[in-house]
């Protein structure tokens, strides 16, 4: 009796988890004690889930409690340490919830060791040791510990299944092979997982290579990671370098230029400083001559009157207006017209070479170009703003709305020519390039139109096959009719079929090579798609059909709209 109060003495100071005495211990909200090591570990498991749980009566708390060591508990596990209590002997491992327990243990169960695939039974180390012992069980089949060991059994004539039917691929007992599964093909369940382990064994081997491809992939990407980094790296530090030049260089002129016109400024206001006081001393003289006339004007003696009268000389200089002839505002005009045709050459050249940035840095990407969009949605993600560019357009073209719209007109313009303007036919070029993934849209009405995208460098004069969209190979035009559409490159026509619409998209894709021209009313209907290599950035562009008050807009849209 006194022996079996110092087992339950033992059993109560143990933690449930490791099985031993407790150890720092602690206790939870519901009351049961542990290890502070054992439930801190357990609930670091249910961090992700949000819960933690006790492992015993399965109670959960929200948020996770905070452990609290039991002092209490603590001085009585060290009281009964020294008076020689262990830890339960390895017998008496009791099986938790999740555990297999022994199918020969009577009372509280003890957790299996192993599990045997002929006995359909699991074991603790304590039963299990006649499978080692006597030869009746030496062939008896030992597997980790496991609860489904009922599924070896046929659910019809309940014997241990051992043969494996490859024509319904199922395993089956003996008697379903005589039966059921009578004539089909059969073998030993042991030669069937033979023949899948090596199958199985091959496949690992085949997924083992693939993970050291994909980890030498992954090598390789974060090689290229890093080059990139430092290869942009070391590009912002260089382009600082040189922005901070050119920042300098301007910083410079500008200095210079003012203090061109501060010189030219200070020349000439000493310069009408002078004038005006050689005009005031000629005034102070006129004042005095006018008021010696007035005194004399005013002399009653008559004989003295013509005494003191001497006749005037003649005034020199006309007296009915001033000599003097005044520029306003027009003093440094030149100077200012100078300033803004380098600003406008300065402004031509950074948008060229932005362009050239852009394009570069665009074919640095190493991924592969993503789909087409498949709806129209997915395509008003890439919508782009057009603006038109003043100097390309022909005479007779006249924009407006910012510069997204385009009217042909019976009279010419009457602003000077531009070497960038179309002479020929009555184009229009946009002011941006298109370099990357980009969709936009244009309406028309009145006539018909060339909806494009060209190179910079198309002919601007010359015969149609020089310089109209689509006759040359610096350019792709749909001709949009009333009733009618085609497509036209490298003076090639090709008639395309699709639903008439006063508005029609345009997708590009330039690093994918990818141009696709939309009919766009209630339905979006793929009219043309190109697939080529664009050598050059591209610059969206306009032809207007030869119809008084033809006109032409690049709408705004975005994302959602119907």
């Known amino acids: 009796m006194a022996e079996k109060g110092v087992q339950l003495d033992q059993e109560t100071f143990s933690c449930s988890i490791c099985l031993d005495l407790l150890k720092d211990p602690v206790t939870i909200p519901c009351g049961h004690s542990y290890c502070k090591n054992c439930i801190k570990t357990h609930w670091d498991g249910g961090d992700q889930r949000g819960t933690h749980d006790c492992p015993q009566c399965r109670k959960t708390f929200r948020p996770r409690p905070v452990l609290v060591r039991n002092i209490m508990l603590a001085e009585l596990v060290e009281e009964m340490k020294k008076t020689g209590l262990q830890a339960a002997p390895a017998d008496l491992c009791y099986a938790g919830p999740e555990d297999v327990t022994c199918d020969v243990c009577t009372g509280r169960k003890v957790k299996a060791v192993q599990s045997c695939l002929v006995c359909l039974a699991s074991y603790c180390e304590k039963h299990l040791q006649p499978h080692y012992d006597a030869p009746a069980f030496k062939k008896h089949q030992l597997v980790d510990p496991s609860k489904k060991l009922q599924e070896n059994i046929c659910s019809l004539h309940d014997e241990v299944m051992k043969i494996f039917c490859r024509t319904d691929q199922q395993s089956i007992c003996y008697l379903c092979s005589m039966d059921e599964h009578k004539g089909h093909v059969t073998v030993p369940i042991v030669a069937e997982r033979c023949e899948k382990q090596k199958e199985l064994e091959v496949s690992r081997q085949q997924i083992q290579q693939r993970i050291q491809d994909r980890e030498k992939d992954m090598e390789l990407l974060q090689q290229e990671v890093e080059d990139i980094n430092v290869s942009a790296d070391k590009a ?96 440094f005009e030149d100077v200012t017209a100078a300033v803004l045709e380098t600003r406008e050459k300065l402004q031509d050249l950074l948008r060229e070479t932005w362009t050239n940035i852009s394009l570069s840095v665009a074919e640095v990407d190493v991924l592969l170009p993503g789909p087409e969009p498949k709806t129209r949605d997915g395509l008003l993600k890439y919508s782009r703003k057009i603006t038109l560019d003043p100097n390309t357009a022909h005479e007779q073209l006249f924009l407006s709305d910012g510069n997204r719209k385009v009217t042909l007109m019976n009279r010419r313009k009457s602003h000077s020519s531009h070497p960038d303007k179309f002479t020929t036919w009555w184009q229009v070029l946009s002011k941006e390039s298109v370099t990357e993934r980009c969709y936009w849209e244009v309406e028309f009405r009145g006539g018909g139109i060339r909806v494009a995208v060209a190179y910079k460098n198309i002919s601007r004069a010359g015969s149609s096959d020089d310089c109209g969209f689509g006759h040359n190979d610096k350019s792709w035009a749909l001709h949009c009719e009333t009733s009618s559409y085609s497509v036209c490159h490298n003076n090639i026509q090709t008639p395309v079929s699709g639903p008439p619409s006063s508005r029609v998209g345009v997708y590009l894709d330039h690093r994918a090579g990818l141009l696709s021209f939309y009919s766009v009313s209630e339905t979006m209907t793929l009219l043309h798609r190109v697939q080529t290599s664009f050598t050059q950035p591209l610059h969206a562009g306009l032809w207007l059909d030869y119809a008084d008050e033809n006109t032409a807009e690049f709408v705004s849209i975005i994302a959602g709209e119907n």
């Open 236 to 331: 912002v530090e260089d382009s600082e370098k040189s922005f901070n030049e050119v920042i300098r260089l301007l910083q410079k002129s500008s200095s210079d230029v003012k203090q061109q016109i501060t010189s030219l400024q200070e020349h000439e206001v000493s310069r009408v400083k002078d004038i005006q006081e050689k005009l005031q001393q000629k005034i102070n003289d006129l004042k005095r001559r006018e008021a010696e006339l007035e005194q004399l004007s005013h002399t009653e003696n008559h004989n003295q009157f013509l005494l003191n009268y001497r006749s005037p000389s003649p005034l020199s200089g006309s007296t009915l207006s001033s000599s003097i002839q005044i520029r306003p505002l027009r003093y």
